[in-house]
């Protein structure tokens, strides 16, 4: 009897995944339209940003860097100021570390962890002070249906900033991550380059550890570049590919998960991974028809 209580409960919640009076019924309302935009300019973010981190085998410190603004935000928490503002501080400066310490690649994973190690050591400190383990369980898992205004402003400015950002810088970065050695006899400013990344890739995630937790990050800004690099080598095309990818899964995910009640990132890693094994499985048929 008890097993068949939580069965039921489940059957009934996935039964009303399709259920498209009740999604279309809350895609009507104010907080969950605000949540759809928020996860879109996620997925803006993580689709530009994404081919350069893979490009630079960076994946680590966006795990990284979305554990310590949960840190960051912790210590906000304590202090009585902004989570937002927190969590931005602690990814700014945290990706800062990151980019300016581990510019090698052969170091770069160690600097990760030796930071990372310590960071969340504080984290942990912080959350233990403040008196609420539960607090930190959100900032992990996010908080989608309760962006707000003043959630979605912050999503929009991060964006903007990237965006252009990235649009400055996208060329010599790109020059530089291809091939460093030859970008710094060039005279590419590789360092600075790679601070400027990583500060702008910290602003990203620590929207997007507000919005989606930090456990979610990876989902948009690794998984869509992982599966677009699998289907072209052209760095334009990668970044397309990269932005359709995880606004479906982002926008998908949410519109999917809202009917049944169920967590949206389900939704979310389980599109993107599909996304990611169908991909790969299209690369591998290209590379063996060019045989």
């Known amino acids: 009897m008890t097993v068949a209580i939580p069965q039921a409960a489940a059957e009934i919640q996935i039964s009303r995944l399709w259920d498209l009076g009740e999604t279309a019924e809350l895609l009507g309302r104010g907080f969950v339209q605000q949540s759809l935009i928020a996860v879109a300019l996620l997925g803006l973010l993580g689709g530009i940003l994404g081919p350069l981190i893979v490009a630079r085998q960076m994946s680590f410190a966006v795990h990284g860097i979305s554990e310590l603004s949960v840190t960051g935000a912790s210590a906000?928490?304590?202090?009585?100021?902004?989570?937002?503002?927190?969590?931005?501080?602690?990814?700014?400066?945290?990706?800062?570390?990151?980019?300016?310490?581990?510019?090698?690649?052969?170091?770069?994973?160690?600097?990760?962890?030796?930071?990372?190690?310590?960071?969340?050591?504080?984290?942990?400190?912080?959350?233990?002070?403040?008196?609420?383990?539960?607090?930190?369980?959100?900032?992990l898992t996010g908080q989608v249906v309760s962006v707000g205004t003043g959630g979605l402003t912050a999503v929009a400015i991060t964006t903007v900033i990237v965006v252009i950002g990235m649009a400055v810088i996208y060329r010599p970065l790109l020059f530089a991550s291809l091939d460093p050695r030859v970008a710094l006899a060039h005279g590419v400013p590789v360092r600075t380059l790679s601070v400027v990344f990583a500060v702008l890739m910290g602003l990203a995630c620590a929207q997007g550890v507000q919005i989606i937790g930090a456990l979610l990050v990876m989902s948009l800004l690794i998984t869509p570049a992982a599966a677009a690099a699998r289907l072209t080598a052209n760095p334009t095309t990668v970044i397309v590919l990269s932005v359709v990818f995880a606004e479906i899964a982002a926008v998908g995910g949410l519109i999917l998960s809202l009917a049944p009640g169920l967590p949206v990132s389900v939704f979310v890693t389980t599109i993107s991974f599909v996304i990611y094994v169908v991909c790969r499985w299209a690369g591998h048929r290209r590379t063996f028809a060019t045989r």
């Open 76 to 139: 906000a928490l304590l202090l009585g100021i902004s989570i937002n503002v927190g969590g931005v501080i602690g990814a700014v400066v945290v990706a800062a570390v990151f980019g300016f310490m581990g510019n090698r690649a052969r170091e770069r994973d160690s600097v990760i962890g030796v930071v990372m190690a310590f960071g969340l050591g504080l984290g942990v400190l912080f959350l233990s002070l403040y008196g609420s383990a539960r607090t930190g369980f959100a900032m």
